[in-house]
Nanobody, 124 residues
Framework: HVQLVESGGGSVQAGGPLRLSCAASRYVLSSHCMAWFRQAPGKEREGVAA???????TLIGSAKGRFTISKDIAKNTLYLEMNSLQPEDTAMYYC???????????????????WGQGTQVTVS
């Protein structure tokens, strides 16, 4: 059973930064593709960023140039650093672990089988 616990959400003014954390085991962080997703009210859950076991990253859409995904295996933590936040970034943010090796690491919801409970980010 993969346990993921997000933290760091909150309310922030437009243009400000926020860093999300996701606690996970060292085994999961070192052996799984990990990703961040978000879901705004009334919208589908969408992928934001992914990080491969070797540390290579993929950012999606508006996350490019503003967000950074990283992991610190020694601290058992996955991060999402967000800058220049805008009201449209308001959503529940989830971290997730890919379900099994697939040969690629991309934040496609159907490929991820383990999810945290989410942390709310509100930008005003």
């Amino acid at each position: 059973h993969v346990q993921l616990v997000e933290s760091g959400g909150g309310s922030v003014q437009a243009g400000g930064p926020l860093r999300l954390s996701c606690a996970a085991s060292r085994y999961v962080l070192s052996s799984h593709c990990m990703a961040w997703f978000r879901q705004a009210p009334g919208k589908e859950r969408e992928g934001v960023a992914a990080i491969e076991t070797d540390g290579s990253t993929t950012l999606i859409g508006s996350a490019k140039g503003r967000f950074t995904i990283s992991k610190d295996i020694a601290k058992n933590t996955l991060y999402l650093e967000m800058n220049s936040l805008q009201p449209e970034d308001t959503a529940m943010y989830y971290c997730a672990a890919q379900g099994g090796y697939r040969g690629y690491c991309y934040p496609n919801r159907a490929d991820f089988g383990s999810w945290g409970q989410g942390t709310q980010v509100t930008v005003s």
